[in-house]
């Protein structure tokens, strides 16, 4: 083959654009041992790509006779459902907690509004008396 045509077909080939024959070329090429000096770095390189298609793996692979983990997926649904559950129970307990609180504020809130506002007219009957014990003095 030409020098000139394996170099633009190395060209292709780096630019990834050749076809599958232009490939096959260049692979009988560099593989025939007769490489021109300037091209020698790629030789190696197809040299490994027809070497590593011969490589076969011969161990046998151990699979594990494992049942299947759905069984696992299932007690950890259960599980999940069992925890929603037990933080939707809290969850609702500690809202009406919070609920019965509030309340609470509210009904000692009016009930000390209340107090303050029936010590004022205890205040206020107070100084009445006071002036109504004054007039009965001065009448007698």
Do not use: C
Request: without cysteine; proline residues 1%.
């Amino acid at each position: 083959m030409e020098l000139a045509n394996i170099e633009k077909l190395v060209q292709k080939y780096l630019n990834a654009e050749t076809s599958l024959q232009e490939e096959a070329s260049l692979k009988d090429y560099f593989t025939a041992g007769n490489v021109a000096p300037h091209l020698q770095e790629y030789e190696s390189m197809f040299n490994y790509f027809a070497t590593a298609k011969k490589d076969t793996f011969t161990k046998n692979i151990q699979l594990s006779q494992r049942k299947p983990t759905k069984k696992n997926f299932k007690w950890l649904s259960i599980a999940a459902s069992f925890m929603l559950l037990l933080s939707v129970y809290v969850g609702k307990n500690e809202y009406e907690r919070y609920q019965a609180k509030k309340q609470f504020m509210q009904v000692t809130k009016g009930l000390k509004l209340l107090s303050y506002n029936l010590k004022k007219g205890e205040q206020a009957l107070a100084t009445l008396y006071t002036y109504e014990n004054t007039v009965k003095k001065i009448l007698k």
